[in-house]
């Protein structure tokens, strides 16, 4: 198939759709509805219910894989040329797919509205690579059922068995279709896709109010809620140098479009505070859309990320036309909303050391559990050798206008021995350490007080008998 960049296509359950023009704030979830395929469901349009949930095929390191996401936080112009299945294209016919007959079997479908978000969740679980007979049940944790028909969906779930040869297994067997440089314009705005960094660089010195677009999965909550539009909008989905995690130098580089689920699953088991923020950030259908770059350039004081990622003693590489530079994360975040992103840089990679901390862990504090925007947010790390403390990084996030670390508490663990009474000096130099404010998720107090108590819930982690195996 030839690409042709003035004419927007997308192949969907295996046929090619083009239009001569598009808006590029159209949400995926209301084009594919605008063609027809109505299965697809509009529930909430900010990626809290899974009612819209399509299965990209994306690359993968053997060919092909179905990543399940969220359409209504994909811009349609950012994945012109891309390939998906709705679900009108998971069924033979009149024969319908596995994971449909399941549903049926069991009477996982009650009212019917969520039911194809879950399915098509489902079908992307079914044809993971590797999966045997066993199933991820968080494959299903971004869709919600209103009805509380849960449980018959769970076992719907897993009694699905090993996957089938068929035409949807076979298509994994080739490489995904790759995203090309596009430009699309339609109801007075434009999208520029290049495919490389340089490109990129190159449109946003020349237009440097362009809206930079990563993942979407804020932006695009701004754009169906808030009604926000941009003249231009510069996706950055095409750009593979942006994508992918090596070790160089010392440092795990993450690439700003790196996936937060590709994170996840290639860095498991490396920093165990990183382990325990997965489970607790968003759901798997928006970790698979959303990036790491684009969660630390949102610069939300309540982003999940950078916590974390402030207790590993992170920094950022940051690309213009002009050249590189490195920021350590603690210096990137100036205040609300603001960064030391300078006019015409992009976010290139994000760097860890490689020598993980000895012990580490993350807190997220929320009305829910999962799937919840945290009050507070804290990642600790400690680097010990022969019983003492050499290195104390405690990030937080809820209690000031940005993420911060808590410098002074890091002091009094540094030096000090590994030891439950370390911990009290650091606890004392927490008093005042941050300003935070109320809003409807908590109160001045209530974060005041959960700064000291973080930190003294993981003491109690490490050093109580009952806790002992808690210890990483």
Not at 232 to 251: F, M, Q, V
Not at 430 to 441: C, I, K, N, Q, V
Request: charge should be negative; aromatic fraction near 6%; glycine fraction near 8%.
């Amino acid at each position: 198939t030839l690409y042709c960049p003035s004419m927007f296509r997308i192949r969907v359950n295996g046929e090619w759709i083009e239009e001569t023009s598009l808006d590029p704030h159209e949400p995926l979830l209301h084009f594919l509805r605008r063609k027809g395929l109505t299965g697809t469901k509009e529930g909430c349009a900010e990626g809290e219910c899974g009612a819209c949930a399509v299965a990209m095929v994306a690359k993968s390191e053997n060919g092909a894989r179905y990543l399940p996401v969220n359409s209504c936080l994909v811009l349609a112009a950012a994945v012109d040329g891309a390939e998906l299945l709705t679900v009108e294209g998971l069924a033979d016919g009149e024969e319908l797919h596995p994971v449909q007959e399941k549903m049926v079997e069991l009477a996982g479908s009650q009212c019917g509205f969520c039911t194809p978000g879950f399915v098509v969740s489902m079908f992307s679980e079914y044809y993971r690579e590797g999966r045997g007979e066993e199933v991820d049940l968080e494959s299903i944790g971004g869709n919600l059922c209103r009805c509380t028909g849960y449980r018959p969906i769970r076992d719907a779930l897993v009694t699905l068995g090993k996957a089938r040869s068929d035409r949807h297994q076979e298509r994994l067997a080739q490489p995904a279709l790759k995203l090309e440089e596009s430009e699309l314009q339609g109801a007075g705005a434009k999208m520029q896709r290049p495919a490389t960094l340089d490109a990129a660089l190159a449109i946003l010195e020349q237009n440097p109010k362009a809206k930079i677009l990563a993942g979407g999965t804020d932006a695009v909550v701004e754009i169906n809620h808030r009604d926000f539009r941009y003249d231009t909008i510069l996706s950055l989905s095409a750009i593979e140098e942006l994508e992918g995690i090596r070790e160089e130098d010392g440092a795990i580089v993450i690439g700003s479009m790196t996936s937060l689920s590709d994170v996840e699953n290639k860095l498991h088991g490396k920093f165990r505070v990183l382990d325990q923020l997965w489970p607790l950030f968003s759901s798997r259908l928006i970790r698979n859309r959303g990036t790491i770059g684009g969660n630390i350039a949102n610069a939300s004081p309540i982003g999940d990320s950078p916590p974390a990622l402030l207790s590993l003693d992170a920094s950022l590489t940051l690309r213009s036309k002009g050249g590189e530079r490195t920021l350590p994360l603690s210096e990137f975040f100036l205040d609300y909303k603001k960064t030391a992103m300078a006019a015409g840089e992009l976010i290139a990679s994000i760097n860890i050391p490689a020598d993980a901390p000895t012990h580490s862990c993350f807190y997220k504090v929320s009305k829910r559990v999962m799937d919840d925007i945290s009050t507070v947010a804290a990642g600790f790390s400690l680097w010990v050798e022969d019983g003492t403390i050499q290195r104390a990084r405690l990030g937080y996030g809820g209690v000031a206008a940005i993420p911060a670390r808590a410098t002074a508490a890091e002091n009094a663990l540094q030096g000090a021995a590994f030891e439950a009474k370390s911990f009290d000096a650091a606890i004392d130099a927490l008093e005042g350490a941050f300003t935070p404010m109320t809003d409807h998720r908590g109160s001045k107090e209530y974060r005041t007080a959960m700064v000291k108590q973080l930190l003294r819930k993981w003491q109690h982690e490490l050093f109580s008998a009952e806790s002992a195996e808690a210890r990483p």
